[in-house]
């Protein structure tokens, strides 16, 4: 069984139990409180020595990066897909999945606000004007590319979940936490309504993991 290190509430390791969720792969939770500093302890810096999450164990390899992680269990677990049959459809998910995972991720990172707070002494209010502005900024981008394709259906590229969907949903969980109101990307917050309507995307729900924490 593969063995997921992550936490309940961390963007990329939800990512990554949607992607599991969604191709009915069985897996197991070690959980590392990023709030305590648990991924910097050196049981896990032995696995990660990035000391970042999520990381799997699978057949006595350990793969980091939730990007990597998900297209390795597209290749290996090819049914349902995560990306489209064509070319350009698999380049158009791809450059929305990196969007976020690439270019806005890190903005609601807690590493991130930890070295604005601690090294660089912003406010709370500093860091969360700080966070929204770049979060405008992506989700405007990103509402643009939807709105303009003929390709956006349901969800992000037509009527099934892709791996830009897998990236989207936990980036609008993660802007939520921090207040962003999401009136001005309607299209936005319509696909991530329809993802949670699905059940993998409702298991991977940091609410349903918060227990492993304790």
């Known amino acids: 069984m593969i063995k997921l290190h992550g936490f309940y509430r961390s963007s990329a390791s939800y990512r990554v139990r949607i992607a599991l969720n969604l191709k009915h792969i069985p897996y197991e939770t070690l959980t590392h409180d990023l709030t305590l500093g648990e991924h910097r302890a050196p049981g896990y810096l032995a696995i990660n020595p990035q000391g970042l999450l999520p990381a799997i164990e699978d ?121 962003l109101a999401f009136d001005a990307w309607p299209l936005i917050q319509r696909i991530s309504d329809a993802c949670s309507e699905e059940s993998a995307f409702l298991q991977a729900h940091p609410d349903r993991h918060e227990e492993q924490r304790k």
């Not at 992680?69 to 999945?97: K, Q, S």
């Not at 860091?127 to 929204?132: A, S």
């Not at 509402?143 to 009527?159: C, I, N, Q, V, W």
């Open 59 to 179: 057949e006595g390899a350990v793969l980091t990066q939730s990007a990597a992680i998900i297209e390795y269990l597209e290749e290996r677990y090819p049914e349902p897909a995560l990306l489209p049959a064509d070319p350009l459809g698999r380049a158009r998910v791809r450059a929305l999945f990196q969007l976020i995972a690439a270019d806005t991720h890190h903005v609601t990172s807690m590493r991130v606000s930890a070295y604005l707070k601690t090294r660089l002494e912003h406010h709370d209010t500093q860091v969360r004007e700080w966070q929204h502005h770049w979060l405008t900024e992506s989700f405007g981008a990103l509402e643009a590319l939807l709105a303009k394709s003929p390709h956006t259906g349901r969800f992000s590229h037509g009527d099934q979940p892709t791996l830009a969907d897998i990236a989207l949903v936990p980036q609008v969980y993660s802007a939520r936490r921090l207040g």
